[in-house]
């Protein structure tokens, strides 16, 4: 029996007119033939007047589209902030901002983040290009006071972190960040714009890996970063067009398709997510349940503060070890055993030898990224069939 749920229990509230400015920001009618959706300008170049003058903007389509900027100015709008900038990954969108930083200068990132950011961070930042990084258990503001000196130029917090789902208290770490004339950058990934503004809390750059909720339907490859310094913004687009990390058109026109839903496919992940939770949190055969909406999880009162919503991402330790989780998945018929989150169907993983697979076995472990942790993203397929399938496969792990 599914319980029924009021929309205050999984959403503390919402952002003014957000499936409005999704649908129109930046995306006026075409002006010759009055087309309502935004034309996809596949030119990678454009004809000048003159030499060095530009009929527009675009000169080169790495360094500008119409398409393209149609999108930053709507992602922009979403994320409260002035600037944006594209990309073709998340990952590209990462390796921009930590490349304004210079050799022999410091990083300090969240312990429990993305496994291709520790990736790119440990084997790239550090080895590569000389640049220390520090990894901190941000949840606790005093540990990154503490971890602060005259090298550090960056503060990477992730908020819900992946895969643990630990909160960072946004506003008290840019508060840090500020004080000491550092920049501060939240991957806002698991929350999506839509369920949190971390620009609103402080942050002077907001990430976003758009292959996840943005773009939504597990088609498209894309990333996004927002600012508002005119003189920061500058700074990320040269280093943007000069890595050449920038989206193929089409990939913008999906983006900016789904953003038009974006509101509605959140609402519903996160609904059936919450039931999804209470469920996991009853089952004899689950040993935990990580889940920023449900008041059991430590940070949830931050969570009310900072988020309209817990989101649509659960982790859970399942009973026992390897053995029980491989069967687990095994026997599931509507989850799809899967890398990536936010797309309408729902996946399943287990990052210790999928997303996480390249974090040293230790920190894995000290972070509780055992054999037996789940990470599950919640789409929007009915929620009494994801219950049923969970369970017939629950039964038949143990």
Request: net charge negative.
């Amino acid at each position: 029996m599914i319980p029924q749920v009021q929309e205050s229990d999984y959403l503390y509230s919402v952002p003014k007119s957000f499936s409005t400015r999704a649908i129109h920001t930046g995306q006026h009618a075409e002006p010759i033939h009055g087309s309502v959706n935004v034309p996809i300008h596949l030119s990678t170049t454009y004809k000048q007047k003159g030499p060095g003058q530009p009929y527009s903007s675009f000169d080169y389509t790495r360094c500008g589209n119409p398409t393209r900027a149609a999108l930053e100015e709507c992602i922009a709008d979403l994320e409260n902030s002035k600037h944006c900038i594209t990309f073709s990954s998340g990952c590209a969108a990462m390796s921009c901002i930590i490349n304004i930083c210079k050799h022999g200068e410091q990083i300090i990132c969240c312990d429990d983040v993305y496994g291709g950011t520790q990736r790119y961070m440990r084997n790239f930042t550090v080895k590569n290009h000389g640049i220390e990084v520090l990894f901190v258990d941000i949840t606790d503001p005093e540990n990154v006071a503490k971890a602060v000196t005259d090298k550090t130029k960056l503060i990477w917090i992730e908020t819900p972190t992946n895969p643990t789902l630990k909160i960072v208290d946004i506003t008290a770490v840019c508060k840090i960040a500020k004080e000491n004339h550092i920049l501060s950058v939240v991957d806002n990934t698991f929350a999506t714009p839509y369920l949190q503004t971390p620009r609103d809390l402080g942050a002077d750059i907001t990430v976003n890996s758009g292959t996840k909720y943005m773009g939504g339907h597990s088609d498209v490859v894309f990333g996004s970063l927002t600012c508002n310094d005119k003189e920061l913004y500058d700074r990320l687009f040269f280093s943007a067009k000069s890595q050449g990390g920038c989206p193929s058109v089409f990939d913008c026109y999906l983006i900016m398709r789904s953003l038009k839903t974006l509101e509605l496919r959140v609402k519903q992940a996160t609904r059936n997510a919450y039931i999804f939770a209470k469920y996991l949190e009853n089952n004899p055969l689950v040993d935990k349940v990580i889940y920023p909406g449900l008041p059991s999880h430590p940070q949830h009162e931050l969570v009310k503060k900072q988020q309209r919503g817990g989101g649509a991402m659960i982790s859970f330790y399942v009973k026992g070890g390897f053995e029980e989780t491989s069967k687990l998945l095994k026997a599931l018929k509507i989850f799809t055993l899967a890398e990536s989150l936010g797309g309408v169907e729902s996946l399943i993983e287990v990052p210790s030898v999928m997303t996480h697979g390249s974090v040293p076995v230790d920190v894995r472990n000290s972070l509780g990224i055992t054999d037996n942790l789940v990470r599950i993203s919640i789409g929007i397929e009915n929620i009494e069939d994801l219950i049923n399938d969970m369970e017939q496969a629950l039964q038949a792990s143990h």
